[in-house]
C-alpha cells in the first residue's frame, strides 16, 4: 500500500521547506500531489523532489520556471535510464548473432 504525506508531515520531514515554499512549488506545478480523502497526498517520490527541489533553491536561487524546466531534464533522464535498461535486458536476451549485430551497428554508427 503507497504511503501518503500530509502537507504538514511533508514540511516537518524536510528541514529547508517551509509551507511558502511548498506552495510556490505547488503553484508552479513542479511536484503535484495526488488527491486522497484526506486531502493532498504526497509519495515518497515527492518528498524526494522537494528535498532535491529545496537543495537546488538554496544552492543556485533559480525562478520557479528554471526549476521546472531542471526538474523535467532530470524526470526525461531517469525515463531514458529505465528504457535503456529494458533495451539492455531485451538485447542480453536475444542469441549471439543477433547480439554481435547490434554491437557492430551500435559501433558503425558511432563513427
Known amino acids: 500500500m ?3 504525506y500530509s502537507s504538514t508531515e511533508v514540511v516537518a520531514l524536510i528541514d529547508d521547506l517551509t ?12 511536484v503535484e500531489p ?5 486531502g493532498p ?12 527541489l529545496c537543495d537546488l533553491d538554496d544552492s543556485y536561487g533559480l525562478p520557479e520556471e528554471s526549476l521546472k524546466m531542471v526538474m523535467g531534464l532530470i524526470d ?7 528504457d535503456m535498461r529494458a533495451l539492455i535486458r531485451a ?10 549485430r547490434i554491437h557492430h551497428s551500435i559501433r558503425g554508427s558511432r563513427g
Open 2 to 4: 503507497t504511503r501518503y
Open 19 to 30: 509551507e511558502p515554499r511548498l506552495t510556490a512549488f505547488l503553484r508552479a506545478s513542479i
Open 34 to 38: 495526488v488527491a486522497t480523502p484526506e
Open 41 to 52: 497526498g504526497f509519495r515518497e517520490t515527492d518528498v524526494a523532489r522537494l528535498q532535491l
Open 76 to 82: 526525461q533522464l531517469n525515463s531514458m535510464r529505465g
Open 91 to 100: 538485447v542480453a536476451g536475444e542469441p549471439d548473432e543477433v547480439r554481435a
